[in-house]
């Protein structure tokens, strides 16, 4: 089981460095957000404690769609009477749906396209793509602002798209990878602190805060080395992260952002809200290259530092590991 888990996380890896995400249509985070997205105006009510129930029950029961159907799938594979079959079918299957949970080269796409607008001179273009991958209003940013925010995204999603469900595998499985990205899906789709979505995405946001709240710290110090590994400036980067980690309204977000703001020796700014760093604002597509590398680099550390020993010790004691 630990050999087969660990196949499953590596192959998914490996598919994602080499062929990146699916097309929408058939991605599974596609179909989670469409069911998100449908539950959403059933769970609206003008009584606040009712919509905040329809929120809650907006996570459950997407999340029970999606465990019930890897329940089945994983059920009809276990069916297959040969073992080595039963086995190589697991591990391919799981390391296809794991990789769906995890997004290190689309990262990396959009950055790119970010620098392929700038360098095209298409301030209005590069925007376009960074409205794409952050929350921030992106209509008015100047060339500086953007690659500040490039910087920030990749590294949040670090977290969001890669560490968070690597943890989650290692804890739960593939039902953990998969319930992580529905609460991460449905915090970015409705945890706005609006009007309209203040009662009923309070418990994805929240959900989302507590999950983060491990993964964040344990990704902030494996930045710090990977920053050491590749010659950046990791005391800045640790430095950094245990000064500016807490200054941003997410009690999460800053931790990885102030590690990579650090290992840059640059300062990220997200206008009105917060600072991050001591280094110059000025930033260049430099730095979005080397924030990829360390995006990279800290995706496969985590994998080995953190995940690795969770899946071995979880398993000797006992705890359930699905491949």
């Known amino acids: ?36 997205a449908k539950f959403t105006p059933i769970a609206k009510n003008e009584n606040y404690l009712i919509e905040k129930l329809g929120g809650v029950c907006i996570i459950v029961i997407t999340s029970g769609i999606v465990i019930s159907l890897l329940l089945i799938l994983e059920m009809s594979i276990s069916l297959i009477s040969v073992d080595i079959v039963s086995i190589i079918v697991s591990v391919v299957v799981g390391a296809f749906l794991f990789k769906t949970t995890i997004a290190i080269r689309g990262m990396e796409k959009h950055a790119l396209s970010v620098l392929e607008s700038i360098d095209e001179n298409n301030l209005d273009m590069a925007r376009n793509h960074l409205s794409m991958i952050v929350k921030r209003n992106t209509k008015n940013l100047d060339k500086n602002h953007i690659l500040s925010g490039v910087l920030e995204s990749i590294s949040e999603n670090t977290v969001d798209g890669i560490t968070g469900p690597l943890f989650y595998y290692a804890l739960i499985g593939l039902p953990g990878a998969f319930v992580y990205r529905i609460i991460n899906t449905a915090d970015s789709m409705i945890g706005y602190k609006t009007n309209l979505f203040k009662n009923i995405g309070w418990f994805a946001a929240t959900s989302d805060s507590v999950l983060n709240y491990i993964p964040s710290r344990l990704t902030g110090l494996i930045m710090i080395i990977s920053a050491a590994i590749l010659q950046n400036n990791w005391r800045e980067s640790y430095n950094i992260m245990i000064r500016d980690g807490k200054n941003t309204e997410s009690p999460n977000a800053g931790y990885p952002m102030a590690a990579l703001a650090g290992a840059l020796e640059t300062k990220f700014e997200k206008l009105n809200h917060y600072k991050l760093g001591d280094g110059k604002i000025v930033l260049t597509k430099q730095h979005v290259y080397s924030a990829i590398s360390i995006m990279k680099l800290t995706s496969i550390l985590f994998f080995v530092v953190i995940t690795i020993p969770m899946i071995i010790a979880l398993s000797l004691a006992g705890w359930w590991i699905h491949a």
């Open 1 to 36: 089981m630990i050999v087969e888990s660990l196949l499953v996380i590596s192959f998914a890896i490996l598919i994602d460095f080499k062929f990146g995400d699916p097309k929408n249509k058939y991605h599974p985070t596609a179909w989670i957000g469409t069911l998100i």
